[in-house]
């Protein structure tokens, strides 16, 4: 059964059924899918979540489907991972990370938006889906939209990182590259979905689509035992999962299944592509398209069509937002993977770096509890790095080599053995061609 | 100056079906004006009373969003394409 009632406009309230729309025919604003939650609350509990799979779609009831043919069933319920050392070093107490970099099948939260946008686009009866791309919507629905028998058209910005080019063609997608930036990119998607009636997913099954990233929040919650995050950070691009973040948790708390109250939205972009976080600090609310130029590609969207809602949402949530320079956003990839062992890509960085500022700020207190959503993985964006990478030693397979490059290090190469002059943290350097020292391991003290 | 507009579907049926026209103009103002004169439905729909671009409306100037250039100022020359888009981006 479904909980489903129609499409709602977000500015002017007008309302239309179920159908392939990208927005309101009266002043154009953005839709939002509505529920019957008077008759959720009574078929639905927390119980029969927790004894479902474990994947986003535990939540069906609440993402906007008819049916029961789910495309992507094993997309979502990604780790919930208590970060004591990045909380040390950030100097909060209590700090989570939602960790979509390990999201199923293409590390990242596009898999679920795809996952319901496909879903959809199979109930409407389309044959061809694609979308307008920064990368990482283009690898999910590259991978999804061929495993279930969709033709498949991809349209990306031409100078797009080589990871996520070749994490689209793998699949067998026709994939179009544009000269032009994002935000041309998303125009011409426009004027396609337009034109051939295919199922764009960030165009006319947008609405649709976006509920998928409900289904971090839900997640979040559940994860911390059905409560509501006090703080959550993640990063912007066209605004959209911080809006549905927000939706979510808003949904929780009508079934009650968290407690009533306010969880605090904190925003991030990049320096070089800020217009949401701009309109928040600026207070105007106005979101004015920049000219995006970061390496964080997969937020460049200059012109973000959520902007206006996620501003809001941040403000009447009494949040804030901050952005971070390309420095700043490889430093934020650095310390989440020396603290935490996680690998995020760019955007990562940027929520990790924003969220250092909005600590030291004293927007976000350190005694309460923060989550981080981290949305993509590092291994698509390994360009970004590389100029700043880690440098290492090149030896001769001999152990004597490995030893003497060792020897600055407070690793205990050897175990001490009784009676020798070597402590557990000096290597002895022999002479070439000497046989190395004999230090069995039933020996070790 | 005629400047070549193109509307998108959603606006349609405003226009009676049509795709684009040729308007003549100075400005990106102009050619509003002469859009809404043409076409009255449109009135209202793109701009609001004082003159201000609609928040959910893009309006490019050949590629370039006129935000970024002069607004309903932008000059706008002969053979200039003019493309309305409603807002919606993804990522």
């Known amino acids: ?445 | 100056m005629p400047v070549q507009v193109r509307i998108p579907s959603v606006l349609r049926r405003q226009t009676g079906g049509d795709e684009s026209v040729q308007l003549e103009g100075r400005t990106l103002g102009d050619v509003l004006d002469g859009l809404e004169t043409r076409y009255e439905g449109l009135r209202g729909k793109l701009r609001g009373p004082r003159g201000e671009l609609r928040r959910f409306v893009n309006i490019y100037v050949n590629d370039n969003d006129v935000r970024l250039l002069a607004g309903s100022t932008t000059p706008v020359s002969d053979g200039d394409e003019v493309t309305i888009i409603p807002a919606v981006a993804g990522g």
């Open chain 1, 1 to 445: 059964m479904s909980y489903v009632k129609g499409l709602k406009c977000r500015e002017c309230g007008t309302e239309f059924p179920i159908e392939p729309r990208a927005i309101c025919d009266e002043c154009f604003g953005p839709l939002e899918v509505t529920y019957d939650y008077d008759s959720l609350r009574r078929a639905l509990d927390t119980g029969t979540i927790a004894s479902r799979a474990r994947s986003m779609w535990r939540y069906r009831e609440l993402l906007p489907i008819d049916g029961s043919d789910i495309l992507g069933r094993e997309v979502g319920f990604t780790p919930l991972v208590r970060a004591t050392r990045l909380a040390e070093r950030l100097g909060l107490d209590e700090l989570y990370l939602k960790n979509d970099a390990v999201n199923f099948p293409t590390l990242s939260f596009k898999d679920r938006v795809v996952s319901v946008a496909l879903t959809k686009a199979r109930e409407f009866g389309m044959t061809t889906v694609g979308c307008a791309s920064t990368g990482n919507l283009a690898n999910a629905v590259a991978a999804q939209g061929v495993r279930h028998g969709f033709d498949t058209c991809v349209l990306v910005p031409h100078d797009l990182e080589a990871a996520k080019i070749l994490g689209t063609t793998v699949y067998g997608a026709r994939l179009i590259a544009v000269r032009g930036d994002y935000d041309q990119v998303n125009r011409l998607c426009s004027q396609i979905a337009d034109r051939y009636g295919w199922g764009i997913v960030n165009v006319n099954l947008r609405a649709f689509y976006g509920e998928g990233s409900k289904t971090v929040g839900y997640e979040i919650a559940e994860q911390l035992g059905w409560r509501r995050p006090a703080h959550l950070v993640c990063c912007m691009a066209g605004g959209s999962l911080l809006t549905k973040l927000g939706k979510a948790l808003e949904e929780l708390t009508r079934l009650g299944w968290i407690e009533e109250g306010r969880t605090r939205l904190y925003g991030a972009q990049a320096a070089g592509c800020n217009p949401i976080t701009t309109a928040v600090k600026d207070g105007s609310g106005e979101v004015r398209p920049v000219k995006a130029r970061t390496i964080a590609r997969s937020l460049a969207i200059g012109n973000p069509a959520d902007g206006y809602d996620a501003a809001r949402a941040i403000r009447d949530s009494d949040g804030w937002a901050e952005d971070a320079t390309d420095d700043q956003i490889v430093e934020g990839i650095r310390l989440l993977a020396e603290t935490e062992g996680i690998f995020a890509e760019t955007a990562g960085g940027v929520t990790v770096a924003a969220a250092r500022k909005l600590i030291d700020q004293g927007r976000i207190p350190r005694h309460e509890p923060v989550v981080l959503v981290i949305t993509g993985n590092g291994l698509k964006t390994t360009d970004a790095l590389v100029a700043t990478a880690a440098t290492y030693p090149v030896i001769e397979p001999r152990l004597e080599a490995f030893e003497s490059c060792v020897s600055d290090r407070a690793v205990p190469a050897a175990a001490p053995v009784a009676g020798d002059a070597l402590s557990s943290t000096t290597v002895s350097h022999h002479h070439p061609g000497a046989p190395p020292p004999r230090r069995p391991f039933h020996r070790a003290g």
